[in-house]
Nanobody, 124 residues
């Protein structure tokens, strides 16, 4: 049974930073792609960032490029999302997910296990 547990969400002012963490267990962590998605109230879930099995390849949504950084520590079975220059429109529940493949992907149907989510609220 794969488990993903996000942490690090909270309330921050616009322009501030947060770092989300996602601890994984139950499957060989270092073999598979990891991703972050988010869902704002009344909106569909959207792709944020993806990182391949080794950490050597990443992909980002245009809306977060240059502000967010995804990384992973396979020794700690953890994936991170560093979020800088936060904007009110970044407010959402953020989910981490793992895909049964090795390359980056922004397609949520490629991800087969999901965490419970962590709330990020950015005040103006």
């Amino acid at each position: 049974q794969v488990q993903l547990v996000e942490s690090g969400g909270g309330l921050v002012q616009a322009g501030g930073s947060l770092r989300l963490s996602c601890a994984a267990s139950g499957r060989a962590f270092d073999r598979y792609t990891k991703g972050w998605f988010r869902q704002a109230p009344g909106k569909e879930r959207e792709f944020v960032a993806s990182i391949n099995w080794s950490g050597g390849s990443t992909d980002y949504a245009d809306s977060v490029k240059g502000r967010f950084t995804i990384s992973r520590d396979n020794a700690k079975n953890t994936v991170y999302l560093q979020m800088n220059s936060l904007k009110p429109e970044d407010t959402a529940v953020y989910y981490c997910a793992t895909a049964s493949q090795y390359g980056v992907t922004s397609n949520d149907s490629d991800y087969d296990y999901w965490g419970q989510g962590t709330q990020v609220t950015v005040s103006s």
